[in-house]
């Protein structure tokens, strides 16, 4: 009994060394992915309320930005 109940402490151990080793790896590249300057989006202005979106969501009508399907239906009057 006291055999077996040593190899469980030492397995117990061995899982803690284990996911302490993973936990500081994975926080390392977490880090470094954080520190990266992410992409800049130039913004518009939706022609209908006047909020700034970035471009690549943007729905045109033509030349003219809108937020949403519902904001450029509005405007063009359908």
């Keep these: 009994m006291g055999q077996l109940l040593k ?8 899982s803690v060394v284990l ?3 993973r936990k500081m790896l994975t926080g ?8 990266q300057t992410p992409a800049v989006q130039s913004m518009t202005k939706c022609a209908h309320c006047g909020t700034f979106l970035p ?4 729905l045109f009508d ?3 930005p809108y ?5 450029r239906r509005l405007a ?3």
């Design 19 to 21: 996911l302490a080793l």
């Design 55 to 58: 471009e690549s969501q943007a």
């Design 67 to 71: 937020c949403n399907e519902e904001h």
């Design 76 to 78: 063009s009057g359908k």
């Design 28 to 35: 390392r590249r977490g880090k470094s992915e954080e520190a």
């Design 62 to 64: 033509g030349e003219k």
């Design 7 to 14: 190899i469980l402490i030492i397995a117990i151990a061995i």
